[in-house]
C-alpha cells in the first residue's frame, strides 16, 4: 500500500524520476571509467608488445654483429695462416 501510495503521490513519482536519472547518470560514468581503464590497459600493452619487438631485434642485430666479427677474424686467420704455409713452401 505504501509503494502505491510512493507511484500515485505526485511529489514521489518526481523524486523518482530524479532516482532514476542519477542511477543512469552514475552507470553512464562507471561505463565511462571502464572503458577508459580498458582502452589505456591496451595501451600499456601495445607499448610493451613494441619495446619487446624491439628488444629482440636489438638482441638478434648484435648476434649478426657479433657472428661477422667472428666470421671476419676466422677468415682472417685462415688467411694469414695460408699465406703463411704459402711462403713456407716457397722458402724450400
Keep these: 500500500m505504501i ?3 510512493f507511484f500515485t503521490n505526485q511529489f514521489c513519482q518526481h523524486k ?6 542519477i542511477i543512469i547518470i552514475i552507470i553512464i560514468i562507471i561505463i565511462i571509467i571502464i ?3 580498458i582502452i589505456i590497459i591496451i595501451i600499456i600493452i601495445i607499448i610493451i608488445i613494441i619495446i619487446i ?3 629482440i631485434i636489438i638482441i ?3 648476434i649478426i654483429i657479433i657472428i661477422i666479427i667472428i666470421i671476419i677474424i676466422i677468415l682472417k686467420f685462415v688467411s694469414f695462416s695460408a699465406s703463411c704455409w704459402y711462403n713456407f713452401n716457397d722458402f724450400y
Excluded at 523518482?16 to 536519472?21: E, H, P, S, W, Y
Design 16 to 21: 523518482l524520476i530524479i532516482i532514476i536519472i
Design 53 to 55: 619487438i624491439i628488444i
Design 60 to 62: 638478434i642485430i648484435i
Design 3 to 5: 509503494i502505491l501510495r
Design 35 to 37: 572503458i577508459i581503464i
